[in-house]
């Protein structure tokens, strides 16, 4: 009669303030869950008042997710039972970490928290004070995990995928890498340890035809082990199956290919490293300079006529600009001062473009054969591979897009698919006409083991890693807690770029200049050279008929000749004709 009325009480007082409520017995509980699944989180207030109610609540309790719903368990005060409500034997409400459970004990106003970090064991702590004059009064932080932040030495079982390129073991036999470090982190954090009891070679993947995970998800989904210490990416399937934490970063997903061998030589590369305007700009000082240039000669007086005065100071100025001297420095003051003024642009342009065109000189242009997986599948060429047992795999062979259809036409046999990232890229180093999909931070990661040059394709995809836990673990949620308190205070950042400075000091930080990226210049040396012997032989042939005492070129034709070659060679050759054609008499 007393629980009927104190029951009633409570559900008429939960009515006014708009709560939906029901009374059931113990034994209907597992019952009522099929009732309550479409509200987002039920309520249960539990009324017990002798050890049989003890033991019906806990028989009840063994088969319900007592995670699933928020407790407040009520111990009417009754001298022989009294001890069950302060310290429980075991864990007899069957609970567990993430649980939410408050209990009052007879008339104390006192609520405390029950939970689980073992099944053996039940945690209490006080939370609030409860009284008709003060309402409740908080004793501790409001945060669930802000309160329960200490696994008091709980041991994990580890499931370690022994291809993954976010876990390594170092010289000690510690777990190192992002992930190593973080767990280390973690286990410092929340007072837990790991053991490893499984390593397998493979992520898994959903074997529709024997209804079987494989790899580290058939670990995990089998209760052989509660987490797994490696990276994964996130798919619908995996979901049904293990939780996923937090994502810990993003990367874009490429498709890599062996560098092709065959280059293209962009002889623009020598016109972009200025733009438009300012050569128009060069240009226009360069006839500026040359018809100042010829104003000033014709002002102070000369025997030259106009022509020749025009082609003269042009190929002087030019000169200048292409960093050739003169050879007959003017002695005029205002002659000297125009000459002084273009030396100085020249040089100024020079450095500019040195500077601008170091870039195009040290970056080879690669003639890609396709630029996106779209024009990947109409190359048609290559062959398209994944890593064995990967999201990847599941991503184009369970979708329903005619892209992805495509590309699993140009798929490896299953059996023939690298066992993980660093195998896939030799496969490419053997095979140029394979092609690899990964992300871009996997691939930084074996970057150092990989013996050939690769290039990658924009392929527009964004990937996810998470660390993975058993289904409905009750640790999830914690972890999620302070893997987001990591990501919000930058340590996740520091180790990511620790690693990234570590990896960058292995790798070789300067590569050598390929002969491809300086053909051009090449080639203007070449023609220098041969113009260079050309005027050479005219020279000679010049020399030979004067000595016979016949008409030879006059000297404005070959002063100019010899101009055109000081402009156009590079090298020593071109001095020492300029020499002789200064010489070259009248």
Known sequence: MEMTTTAFKWTHALSREGFTTTNIYFSELNESSYYVNRIVRPHYIAFISNYNAVKEFSLATSNFNMSFAAWLVLFINKAN??????SPPGNIFHLK????????????????EWYSIDSNQTQIDDLATWSLEKGITKMVPDFLYKRRCNLKGYIMRAVIVKSSAMLSVNKDGELDGLLGRLLRELCLTLNFNFKIVSEVETFGRWNPKENTWSGAIGELYSGR?????SGFSMTNARLNAVDFTFPLLSTRNYLYIQEPHIFSIKWSSYFLTFSRSVWVATFGILTLATILLILLKV??????????????????????????GLADFPHRSSLRIA?????????????????????????????LPFQSLESFVEDGTYQFSV????AEYDLFANSGDPLAKKLMKLMLDEKKLPVNVLDGFLKICKNHKLAFYTSGFLKDSVGHNIPCNIVSVETGHVDTFSLVLSKHNQFTDVINFHLQKFINNGMINCLKDDLYYKRSNDM???????????ITLIFFILIGIILSICIL???KYIFARKSEKMPIVPRSITKFLCKILALTDFCAISSIVLIECNNFPE
């Open 508 to 518: 070789i930080k300067h590569q050598p200049v390929d002969i491809t990226s300086v």
């Open 225 to 229: 082990a509660d987490i797994c210490f």
């Open 339 to 367: 000459y002084f003024s273009i030396f100085i642009l020249a040089v100024v342009l020079s450095a500019a473009y040195s500077a601008a065109l170091i870039s195009y000189l040290t970056s080879g242009i690669r003639k």
């Open 81 to 86: 039972d009294y001890n069950y409500c302060h």
């Open 299 to 324: 002002k102070i007086g000369t025997d030259r006529d106009i022509g020749h005065l025009l082609y003269d100071n042009f190929l002087d100025v030019w000169g200048i600009f292409c960093q050739q």
């Open 387 to 390: 890593a064995h047992d990967t």
């Open 97 to 112: 970490f993430n649980s939410e459970m408050l209990v009052r004990c007879g008339t104390e106003n006192i609520l405390r």
């Open 537 to 539: 032989f005219i020279e």
